[in-house]
Each structure stands twice: as structure tokens, then as C-alpha cells.
């Protein structure tokens, strides 16, 4: 994680990046390290998709600023959807902005539907600090 918060910083650095849209997506082991990459910089995101990810709830309190869309598969049976459904209570009760979807057929791969989502990437690039 310290070696992908230092890319992410030296990327920002050496190329125009707007600061008002930064975002943070990723999957599985990635959906957590999201989580993780916006608590170590919670003034830095817009947006942030975990999928099928989760988090340490008690860093909920740091993840207030973005606008969270986390996506799980109800039948995963490698990180079990509790993992996010626990983040989302914890990110509702910190008075984020998140939006839970959970597809009741999917297993691991819900990025699958995610990615299919017809209102995920307008919903994204809306998003600005």
C-alpha cells in the first residue's frame, strides 16, 4: 500500500491531473486496499468503487469526503459481502454519501455486473471535491 500512495503522489506531481477529480476504484483484495488508499488520504478522492472488497469500519470517520458506490456479489464466497455491507453501515453512519448495490446472483466476480452498471461511469465523472 506505501508503494502504490507513493506512485499515486509522484503520478499527481509529474502529470496534469485535475485535483477537483481524483478517484479510486478496484476489486477483491483491491476493493479493500480502496478503502485503505482513501483513509490514508481522505482529502484527496472524489469518488471511490470498491468491488467486493471491504475495510476497518473504526477508519470510517476519515472516509467522509469522497462519494462511495461499493459493490458486492450476495453468493461471494471468497470475501464474504458482510465485509461490505459492514463498511456501508459504518460510511451511513459517519454521514457519507454512499451507495450500496449488491447483486443477489453474483459470486466473487461481481465486477461483472458493476462494470456493466449503464449510470456507473456518469455517475463518476460527476463527482468533484
Not at 477483491?28 to 490514508?40: D, K, N, P, W
Not at 469518488?47 to 458486492?72: E, Q, R
Request: proline share 7%.
Amino acid at each position: 500500500m506505501q508503494l502504490a500512495n507513493k506512485l499515486l503522489h509522484n503520478l499527481m506531481e509529474q502529470y496534469p491531473v485535475q485535483k477537483k477529480r481524483v478517484y479510486v476504484a478496484g476489486l477483491s483484495m483491491g476493493g479493500m486496499g480502496t478503502f485503505e488508499l482513501v483513509a490514508r488520504n481522505p482529502k484527496l478522492f472524489a469518488a471511490a468503487i470498491p468491488i467486493c472488497g471491504g475495510g476497518d469500519v473504526a477508519t470510517a470517520s476519515k472516509l467522509k469526503k469522497p462519494k462511495w458506490w461499493v459493490f458486492h456479489g450476495a453468493k461471494d464466497n471468497v470475501v464474504p459481502p458482510v465485509y461490505s455491507q459492514e463498511m456501508v453501515a459504518a460510511l451511513q453512519a459517519a454521514k457519507a454519501s454512499v451507495k450500496f448495490t449488491l447483486y443477489p446472483e453474483a459470486n466473487h466476480n461481481s465486477w461483472d455486473p458493476a462494470f456493466a452498471e449503464p449510470t456507473l461511469l456518469s455517475w463518476l465523472f460527476a463527482q468533484k471535491k
